[in-house]
Every structure is written in C-alpha cells, then in structure tokens.
C-alpha cells in the first residue's frame, strides 16, 4: 500500500506541474508580468503549500522539530537536489534581477531564521510576525517593481488562455501538487517509521525530498517547455516562502521548540553554504549562466548531505 501511494503520489506530482505551469504562464501573459515574477510568487506559492501543510500539522500535533527539519531539508533539497537536476537536464540563462533581488531576500530570510533559532532554540509567535511581514513587503516591492525590472523572453508558442481554463489549471494544479505530496509523504513516511528512525531524520530527509517534488515537477516541466526564467524563480522564491511564509505562519499559530541540537550544529549551516554557493555558480564558469558543472556539484553536495545525515 506504501509504494501504491509514493507511485499514484508521483503521477498526481507531475500532472499538477504541468497544470500549474500552464496556469503560470496564461498568467503572466494576461497581466503582462514578466514569468520570473509569477515564478516566484504564484508557482512558489503553490509548491510551498505541501510544506505550509506539514510543518502546521506537525507543530500542531507537538513534532516541532519535522517541522522545522521539513523547512530546512526542503530550502537544502530545492538548490541541491531539484536545482541540480534541471541542470543536468538544461542550462540557465540567469537575469540580473537574480542578484539584485532574489538571492540577497533568500539570504536575509535565511540569515534571519538562523538568528531566531540560534537565540534560544525556539521560533516564537513575534519572530513568526516578523518572518511573515517581511514576506508581504517582499511581495509589495517584487510586484510593484521588479515589474518593470526584468527583462521578459516571451516563448513563441505562449498561450494566453481564457481566465476560466487559467483558474481551472490553477486549481487543478494546486489540488494535484497537494494530494501528490499527501500520497508520497504517506507512503514514504510510513515506511521510513516501519525502519525506526528519528523524527529530525524523518523530517530531513524523507518529508523533505517528498514537499520538494512539486518543486522538481514544476522546475522540470518549465525547462522543458523551455520556461527557465519560472524554473529559477520558482526555487529561489520557494526557498523563501519556506522560511517566511511556513515558518512564519507555523509560529504564529503554534511557538516551534527545537529539541533535536543536529538541527542547530548541523542542518541549518547545510542550508546557509549551500544558499550562499549559487551566486559564485551564477558567474563561474561562466557569466550569469547556471549549466551542468553547476548541476553535478549541486546534486554531489546534495548526496554528501543525505550520506552524512543519516550515517
């Protein structure tokens, strides 16, 4: 029954990718946004909501530390193993908004979730407020600005579709993501709990990678249809709704106390090198171009991370 959900939680993955991105797409040509904007507020928004899901539950049911593991693994699993598979897959051309606005809101988000947990071991309802309302000026600045800042490469075969069949595919897709992931983590999460093992390692690793497929549905999907600027955006922008938007949230409804110290001397320190190593990638080898030097030592420092953690 396990592997039936982790299958039917995979197709279900890849079907509301596929709907979601459709959805993006008629979005941005409707309301004339350039698509590394909706990648990073609609399409994160969506592939965020498996972890808003999980983290609010776990708190909730008194298992603080998934839900901050499936935080920290999932930011970890985005840039190492989801953005390392599509670029093994396809390379990307990166915009200047990446390292004016994207990547600095990534690091400021990460910087301060390492000082809030750091301080006392514990993400109270004020530092959740704090987290949350730098989310909402971040959106404030990213849809009245950066409007205008991006230069948009808009694919021939874009299709503005009617606002019934783009809502439609925004929901279906949305549903798809979600019930995806409720399967996947089902499934994989009981297994992993028939082995025995910790719940920071459950959170780390299994739920983590099991939130982080719709992002690697969704991102694979862009590069195929050639829709990289959503791809990039849909990382960088989930990475920070993840620590703004869930963590945020889950505090203010329920404070999350980290018993498990690996989280704080380990895990944490994984997702800050591993954020702040894109921007060097971005100009080395070559100038603004993410491609698949990048992808292999992402995925390399991925499985070095997974190695480590559960040996």
């Known amino acids: 029954m396990n592997f039936l959900f982790i299958i039917s939680g995979f197709i279900l993955l890849i079907l509301g ?22 990648g990073m507020t ?41 953005l390392g598979i599509t670029l093994i897959i396809a390379k990307i051309d990166v915009q200047k908004s990446f390292y004016i606005t994207d990547w600095p809101i990534m690091i400021i988000a990460s910087g301060m979730l390492f000082f809030f947990v750091t301080n ?30 991006v230069v948009d490469e808009m694919p021939e075969d874009d299709e503005l579709l009617p606002n019934y069949q783009t809502a439609l595919f925004f929901v279906l897709g949305g549903l798809g993501l ?8 089902n499934g994989a999460t009981n297994l992993a709990l028939e082995l025995g093992v910790s719940e920071r390692l459950i959170g780390i690793t299994v739920v983590s990678i099991g939130t982080s497929i719709p992002e690697l549905a969704a991102s694979i999907i862009a590069v195929i249809k ?21 963590v945020g949230l889950t505090s203010m409804i329920t404070p999350i106390s980290i018993k498990d110290n690996e989280l704080l001397s ?27 030097k990048s992808g292999v030592i992402l995925l390399l420092l991925y499985i070095l991370f997974l190695y480590q953690t559960i040996t």
């Open 120 to 149: 006392n071991s514990t993400i109270g309802r004020y530092e959740g407020l704090i987290l949350f309302s730098f989310l909402v000026i971040f959106l404030i600045y990213l849809l009245r600005f950066q409007k205008q800042a």
């Open 226 to 246: 050639k829709e990289k600027a959503i791809s990039l955006g849909n990382l960088i922008g989930s990475n920070i709704f993840n620590i703004l938007a869930v």
């Open 178 to 185: 979600w019930g995806g992931s409720e399967l996947l983590i």
């Open 42 to 82: 609609v399409v994160s928004f969506a592939t965020s909501a498996p972890e808003l899901i999980v983290s609010v539950q776990s708190a909730l049911d008194g298992f603080s530390d998934l839900a901050l593991s499936n935080v920290i693994g999932s930011n970890i699993a985005n840039l190492g193993f989801v």
């Open 17 to 38: 990718g596929n709907w979601l991105l459709k959805s993006a797409v008629a979005i941005s040509l409707r309301l004339q946004v350039p698509k590394i904007v909706i």
């Open 266 to 292: 380990v895990d944490i320190y994984w997702m800050l090198g591993i954020s702040l190593l894109i921007l060097p990638l971005v100009f080395l080898p070559k100038k603004m171009r993410l491609e698949l």
